[in-house]
């Protein structure tokens, strides 16, 4: 893999491709407890057999019109794969991932496919930079909005978000709106999970006192980068 970099920029666009792999199965209803992040990384079969397929045809993404990066995300918790591809303002979507998974005989479903503009950010450095060796792990804080309350969930993210940035191994907090106002994305980098603990005692993320309560539906989950792809690679 290489070491390339990828800064998560505000003037452009971020189309986020989160997909499902191997036969369904139930998915968990009702609220989701508090998780933090297995501590050694696993990758599951399908994982492993997919991964080469996305990166490739993340790396074919050079070749398009507006292209700036992307970034190949391995759930430790999910059999899962993201894919974060950074294009500028206006271009055209980039085909979807799941056809080349699909392709290479994995079974494979789209949890959801959304362009989002980042629309706030806060971290101990600026701008955010993604890659393997100054952040090799990521964490997704996903909110589904209710009931159109995207301007109140962030108005509530930028008083709360901030305490966060008191956990060891947090670098920069990087929060995306979907372009229909549904869904928001906090695309997190960490240089380690040991001590996400910490997080869960800061105010507005004790399980009894979720900043979020009531103007979303929330959701973990926590990546490996597998790799990172800008115009270089083309």
């Given at each position: 893999m290489t070491d390339n970099?990828?800064?998560?920029r505000s003037t452009t666009e971020a189309h986020v491709e989160r997909l499902k792999l191997g036969e369904p199965t139930?998915?968990?209803?009702?609220?989701?407890?508090p998780q933090l992040p297995n501590r050694v990384p696993t990758r599951t079969a399908e994982q492993t057999l997919a991964l080469p397929a996305v990166i490739d045809m993340a790396r074919r993404r050079t070749r398009t019109e507006g292209f700036r990066g992307a970034v190949v995300l391995a759930s430790r918790d999910h059999n899962r794969i993201t894919v974060y591809s950074q294009y500028d303002?206006?271009?055209?979507?980039?085909?979807?991932?799941?056809?080349?998974?699909?392709?290479?005989?994995?079974?494979?479903?789209?949890?959801d496919r959304r362009t989002y503009d980042l629309v706030w950010r806060a971290g101990?450095?600026?701008?955010?930079?993604?890659?393997?060796?100054?952040?090799?792990?990521?964490?997704?804080?996903?909110?589904?909005?209710l009931d159109n309350q995207a301007d109140a969930l962030l108005a509530k993210i930028e008083a709360s978000a901030p305490a966060s940035l008191v956990t060891p191994g947090l670098r920069t907090i990087n929060f995306h709106r979907s372009h229909d106002a549904q869904r928001m994305i906090n695309?997190?980098?960490?240089?380690?999970?040991?001590?996400?603990?910490?997080?869960?005692?800061?105010?507005g993320f004790t399980p009894?006192?979720?900043?979020?309560?009531?103007?979303?539906?929330f959701e973990n989950d926590y990546f490996d980068v597998i790799d990172v792809v800008t115009g270089s690679d083309a």
């Open positions: 970099e990828l800064i998560l139930a998915e968990h209803a009702g609220p989701v407890p303002a206006g271009a055209r979507p980039p085909a979807p991932v799941a056809g080349a998974v699909e392709e290479a005989g994995i079974p494979v479903r789209t949890l101990h450095e600026d701008p955010t930079i993604v890659s393997l060796r100054r952040s090799p792990l990521v964490h997704f804080g996903l909110f589904t909005v695309f997190g980098t960490w240089s380690t999970f040991d001590e996400m603990h910490v997080l869960l005692d800061q105010p009894g006192e979720k900043y979020h309560h009531g103007l979303a539906v």
